[in-house]
């Protein structure tokens, strides 16, 4: 029996996943919700895309923390607990603290929009909008592509001028500027060659008929309505306690946290378990192979 990870269940379960880790980070600024969050999320994230690739965004996200830190301070002097002054304008503990959880939340946004890429590709993400909208969801598939495309070309033409003996470490600097805008010139010529013959392409497999049916793989299997049906349940009670502001913070004038009750621990727990989802079904399906 093949085992069936989390990736490959059905698009609407991996889309839910997704929307409600996005949902739980970024519908409160609750340290005790969106720090696990973040762990939680970066531990997929080097699960999934190894870990020098999560390396490279913990690198990232360091400027991202300093940055909320100070430039928020010295922008917003709200808050009781003044550090320090500058200029006769205090750098208070809250908006230091403010910038903190802002630059966590920001943090946890692009770990899970990382993960996200994995679970849903562009096959999933026509599956999910090609019927409802289309023209948008080929336009966005297409954006979507073109990017990591540019960067795959731009890399073959550099190993080909590197190939013909054309390094740019041993030019001046003028040629350097001419060098790239040869690379450049070749990439942009490829790319509309390329997009020529896609459009050529498309035409000729019917895109634009009135009557056009869509071919797809997926298949939505009880796997699938077990996981979705979970995902649903648990969340149900943390967004009720989240819509209804059970996880508020204050920052200003002072930091003010509701407390930490048994009905926020039972919140807090349904929803560490819906983050665990691809975890455990990959587990399920192990147990099962066996």
């Given at each position: 029996?093949?085992?069936?990870?989390?990736?490959?269940?059905?698009?609407?379960?991996?889309?839910?996943?997704?929307?409600?880790?996005?949902?739980?980070t970024m519908i409160t600024m609750n340290p005790v919700l969106v720090l696990p969050l973040m762990v939680l999320g970066y531990i997929y994230l080097?699960?999934?895309?190894?870990?020098?690739?999560?390396?490279?965004?913990?690198?990232?996200?360091?400027?991202?923390?300093?940055?909320?830190?100070?430039?928020?301070?010295?922008?917003?002097?709200?808050?009781?607990?003044?550090?320090?002054y500058i200029n006769d304008m205090p750098f208070t503990l809250e908006t230091v603290l403010f910038g903190l959880m802002a630059g966590a939340v920001?943090?946890?946004?692009?770990?899970?929009?990382?993960?996200?890429?994995?679970?849903?590709?562009?096959?999933?993400?026509?599956?999910?909008?090609?019927?409802?909208?289309?023209?948008?969801?080929?336009?966005?598939?297409?954006?979507?592509?073109?990017?990591?495309?540019?960067?795959?070309?731009?890399?073959?033409?550099?190993?080909?001028?590197?190939?013909?003996?054309?390094?740019?470490?041993?030019?001046?600097?003028?040629?350097?500027?001419?060098?790239?805008?040869?690379?450049?010139?070749?990439?942009?010529?490829?790319?509309?060659?390329?997009?020529?013959?896609?459009?050529?392409?498309?035409?000729?497999?019917?895109?634009?008929?009135?009557?056009?049916?869509?071919?797809?793989?997926?298949?939505?299997?009880?796997?699938?309505?077990?996981?979705?049906?979970s995902m649903i349940l648990l969340s149900i009670y943390p967004l009720i306690l989240l819509v209804r502001g059970k996880f508020k913070v204050n920052?200003?004038?002072?930091?003010?946290?509701?407390?930490?009750?048994?009905?926020?621990?039972?919140?807090?727990?349904?929803?560490?378990?819906?983050?665990?989802?691809?975890?455990?079904?990959?587990?399920?399906?192990?147990?099962?192979?066996?």
């Open positions: 029996m093949k085992e069936i990870t989390f990736s490959e269940m059905h698009p609407l379960v991996n889309c839910l996943y997704i929307v409600l880790m996005l949902i739980f080097v699960w999934i895309k190894g870990f020098r690739v999560s390396l490279t965004l913990l690198i990232l996200a360091i400027p991202v923390f300093i940055f909320a830190c100070i430039i928020i301070p010295l922008f917003s002097h709200n808050g009781i607990t003044p550090l320090f920001l943090m946890t946004v692009i770990i899970w929009f990382q993960v996200g890429q994995v679970y849903i590709d562009n096959e999933k993400f026509l599956y999910l909008v090609g019927r409802l909208l289309p023209t948008i969801a080929l336009i966005l598939s297409l954006s979507l592509r073109m990017i990591p495309l540019f960067v795959h070309r731009y890399r073959e033409i550099s190993d080909g001028q590197k190939g013909l003996g054309r390094d740019k470490s041993n030019m001046g600097f003028l040629n350097k500027c001419r060098f790239e805008a040869k690379k450049i010139s070749i990439l942009i010529g490829w790319s509309l060659e390329n997009s020529v013959k896609t459009g050529i392409s498309m035409e000729s497999r019917g895109y634009g008929a009135k009557r056009r049916t869509s071919f797809h793989l997926f298949r939505f299997r009880r796997s699938d309505a077990s996981a979705l049906i920052f200003f004038p002072q930091i003010e946290m509701t407390s930490f009750t048994a009905e926020r621990l039972a919140a807090l727990i349904m929803i560490i378990v819906t983050s665990l989802i691809p975890a455990i079904v990959t587990v399920i399906e192990k147990i099962r192979n066996r």
